[in-house]
């Protein structure tokens, strides 16, 4: 992910986005170029070219996020020319910014901008998150969501070298103190209160498990795309994640994660809406 993210940034990534006639938005691969400060759209070609290929490799259709169009521009004296472009999703700009030139400062923070927007826009985006109304409903699918991803972490960090469970907990230790402000598993286990037999996660709230997953995501992202080998570097890549989800957070007004406060056990949560639908089915049962 990239470095701090300024309000003139955003506004600039937000100001190139463009709504097709179906709804969906997107970016022009010239325009998105020229605010990367790519000045010879051929070198631009190759990045394009990069963020496919990552594409393809993550299992993800090129084509749902990536589609070629020709376009007008105007030249000299009012003229106009064909030029090949491309219409780019969200995804892809996010592909496309990590494959980007990282010494300049403006693809350093589009790395921060997309990675944050796309997993925003993700979670959004599933049709059983827009039906929640409550926390604890939030609660629910983000702790399943993060179940979910903390396997495919696991199974990444496997690849990376961290095998054995020992090294796991060392590894999932530096991801929380990247997170924390430098507080481990433990630390933050004694901050919530908790008993030696309770989980962390499940005593989170729905702000404090979307930054975890944001975290677990991330990381997940980055071994495998950087083929990160090694305990230590990927120990260092999971608290540079983490830092970066906190500074992040900073930035954007937040309450940092350790100073949210301690959630309902989940547990419980999952056994109020069992008996909560066991009385709606009895109901409809009745009638």
Not at 99 to 111: F, L, R, T, W, Y
Request: with cysteine.
């Amino acid at each position: 992910m990239g470095e701090k993210l300024t309000k003139k940034a955003v506004s600039t990534f937000e100001s190139i986005k463009e709504v097709d006639i179906n709804g969906n938005e997107y970016w022009n691969s010239r325009k998105l170029a020229k605010v990367l400060e790519y000045a010879d759209y051929r070198n631009f070609v190759t990045v394009v070219g990069k963020a496919k290929e990552a594409c393809l490799n993550s299992g993800i259709l090129v084509n749902d996020h990536f589609v070629d169009i020709t376009e007008m521009i105007v030249i000299g004296k009012g003229g106009e020319r064909q030029v090949d472009s491309v219409k780019l999703s969200r995804y892809a700009c996010y592909l496309i910014v990590q494959n980007a030139d990282p010494s300049k400062k403006i693809v350093a923070q589009g790395q921060t901008y997309f990675a944050i927007q796309t997993r925003i826009a993700e979670v959004q985006q599933m049709k059983e998150y827009q039906e929640l109304s409550t926390e604890e409903e939030k609660r629910l699918f983000l702790r399943a969501e993060l179940q979910t991803h903390n396997s495919l972490l696991a199974s990444a960090a496997k690849d990376a070298g961290v095998i054995d469970s020992r090294d796991y907990a060392i590894f999932q230790n530096y991801g929380y103190q990247g997170l924390y402000g430098g507080l481990t598993a433990k630390d933050i286990h004694a901050r919530k209160g908790l008993k030696k037999s309770q989980k962390i996660l499940d005593h989170m709230g729905s702000t404090e498990l979307a930054a975890n997953l944001f975290r677990a995501t991330q990381t997940e992202e980055k071994l495998k795309r950087e083929n990160i080998k090694g305990k230590q570097k990927a120990n260092m890549t999971h608290y540079e994640v983490g830092a970066k989800v906190r500074q992040t957070i900073k930035e954007l007004g937040g309450t940092m994660p350790e100073n949210l406060p301690t959630a309902e056990n989940i547990k419980a949560v999952e056994r109020k809406k069992q008996k909560q639908l066991k009385e709606k089915n009895e109901k409809s049962d009745d009638k």
